[in-house]
Every structure is written in structure tokens, then in C-alpha cells.
């Protein structure tokens, strides 16, 4: 039997893994998903990614932030195994939710990736808290659409220079904000939003960057999803130009993948938080190109 240490740390037995009563019935459904024989220090992905750019038009990476734009909502995942990653993801996606992340804390993420990429080849997919270039390759040849960090990894931004998946770096202040754009970044995360000050810190930021995209991450959670709708409805037209002093979307984890839902195995909640997220985000933006028109 083959071990296989997943990115959280935790060591998965292989044969057990794929032979398991729970996880049968998720395989059985992808007949045509295969898994790579490849392995080192973590479970290795067959290399589909690149299959993926001549799927859309454009590149994945324009396709993927067309979805963030259109969606508003990223949604943010961490799960406390795979085969919970795969059913609280297929809980979210089929409440409306297009834009999904599951973070490398989840033990067995990429197992779990590959997994969703065949079940949901049409969802913009990718993995979240990615810190070094190796993950990011993992991550990209499980199928993932877009990487996510809480800093600037410029290693892997170089890497999907081509379009091949979107980036989204994070940035704190104005100039980590700028060196990322500079940088190449498409767009950027701004973290922790909600320490530093939500809706005012947002406005503040796109102010002096009105071109540059960003997306809210932090802190916005059930009790406030007020501050989410204010963070996106923020467009003004100003002397015939638009100039947009909002994020073009906000990522939301506990909103969405409420912790006692979670332990609990409430997936008809998370389903239910999901069409609630899905719906919030789409009047945002229906608002949004309403006042732009």
C-alpha cells in the first residue's frame, strides 16, 4: 500500500483512500477520471490543466476572471478531509455558486480538485493559500482554474504568465497593491479586508487605482452581509468615464460553509447559505451595471 502525505500534513493511505465505502460512490460517478501513478512527497495529478485553455475562448485566466466579475462571490472551502471538500463543494455549486476555492489546509485538496474539475468541468474551480510554486504546479495539474494567495508569490505569477490559469495574489497596502498589478497580476486580493476597515479601506484603495481589479477577502461572514453588498455595489459614472470604487468580487468562507453545517454534515444549509451568497452577489452586480448603463 502506498502512502500519500496530503498538503495539510496528514498521510493518507492510498488503496484505502480509493477503496473506501464513502468516497466509492464519488469515483463510480467519473468514469472517465484517472489518477496519475506519479507521487513524491504528495499525492501528483495527471497534468490536464493544459487540456483546459482550448475549452473556452480566450485564456482559462480570462475566462475565470470573467466569472469573478460576473458572480461577484468566490467561494472559500476548508474542509476537514476530501470527501468532505467534495460534498460541501457539490452543496455550494449546485446552489448557484460558480467561482469555488478549496484551501491547501484541506487534507487530500488536490485528491478532492481532480475529483470536482470532472464532476463540474464548467465551474471555475481552483485552490486557495497557495504559498510556493511546487503546490501551485500540483494545483494546476489536478485541473485548477485559478490559484489564491495571501501575499504576492511572484514565482508563480511568472508561471501562468501564459493564461494557462489566473492568479490572484494578496496585497495589504497601496504599494503591495501596485507592485502586484505592476507585477502582471489581473487582479488582487486585498487581505485582511475586514481588519482594515471593509467598505471604507476598499474605497479608499481604488481611489488612486481605479483600474486596478480587486477582490474583498476576510472577515465577511453571515452577520454582516451588508458590508459584502456595499463592498460591490460601489460604481459611479464621473465626467463620461466609469470609475469603479468597489472590489469586483468578495470571498466568503464561513458565510457559505458555516462551521456547525460543516461539523454537522448540513450540506442542505451550506446549499441553502450558497443560493443566498449566489443571489447576493448577482443583484450586487445586476446594481452595479444598472448604475454604469
Known amino acids: 500500500m502506498m502512502a500519500v502525505a496530503s498538503s495539510g500534513g496528514s498521510i493518507w493511505a492510498l488503496n484505502l483512500f ?15 477520471h ?21 475549452v473556452y475562448p480566450g485564456t482559462v485566466a480570462d475566462r475565470v476572471l ?6 461577484g462571490i468566490i467561494a472559500c472551502l476548508r474542509a476537514q478531509s476530501a470527501e468532505m471538500a467534495i460534498e460541501a463543494a457539490r452543496a455550494a455549486l449546485s446552489g448557484g455558486i460558480s467561482v469555488l476555492e478549496i484551501t491547501m489546509s484541506t487534507p487530500g485538496v488536490f485528491e478532492a480538485l481532480q ?18 510554486r511546487e503546490d501551485a504546479k500540483d494545483a494546476l495539474k489536478c485541473g485548477a482554474k485559478f490559484l489564491m494567495s495571501p501575499a504576492m508569490v511572484k514565482e508563480i505569477l511568472d508561471d501562468v504568465a501564459e493564461g494557462q490559469a489566473l492568479y490572484i495574489p494578496g496585497a495589504m497596502t497601496p504599494t503591495e497593491i501596485l507592485l502586484a498589478s505592476t507585477a502582471g497580476a489581473k487582479i488582487v486580493k486585498v487581505y485582511p479586508v475586514s481588519a482594515l476597515g471593509g467598505v471604507q479601506y476598499i474605497a479608499a484603495v481604488k481611489k488612486p487605482f481605479p483600474d486596478i481589479k480587486m477582490i474583498a477577502s476576510q472577515g465577511i461572514t453571515i452577520g454582516n452581509f451588508k458590508m ?27 458565510a457559505i460553509f458555516e462551521k456547525n453545517a460543516m461539523d454537522e454534515k448540513y450540506f442542505d444549509r451550506i446549499n441553502q447559505l450558497a443560493r443566498s451568497a449566489a443571489f447576493t452577489g448577482s443583484q450586487a452586480v445586476r446594481k452595479i451595471r444598472d448604475n454604469l448603463s
Do not use: Q
Not at 46 to 54: C, D, E, L, R
Not at 115 to 127: C, I, K, M, Q, R
Open 34 to 54: 484517472t489518477y496519475s501513478k506519479e507521487f513524491s512527497s504528495h499525492f501528483r495529478c495527471k497534468n490536464s490543466y493544459k487540456n483546459s485553455v482550448a
Open 228 to 254: 459584502c453588498k456595499l463592498i460591490l455595489i460601489l460604481g459611479r459614472r464621473f465626467s463620461g468615464s466609469v470609475y469603479w470604487s468597489g472590489a469586483s468580487s468578495v470571498v466568503l468562507s464561513d
Open 18 to 32: 480509493f477503496s473506501s465505502s464513502k468516497i466509492k460512490p464519488f469515483l463510480a460517478k467519473a468514469s472517465a
Open 115 to 132: 475529483f470536482l474539475v470532472h464532476e463540474y468541468p464548467s465551474a471555475s474551480l481552483g485552490v486557495g493559500t497557495v504559498l510556493d
Open 66 to 71: 470573467m466569472d469573478i466579475e460576473n458572480s
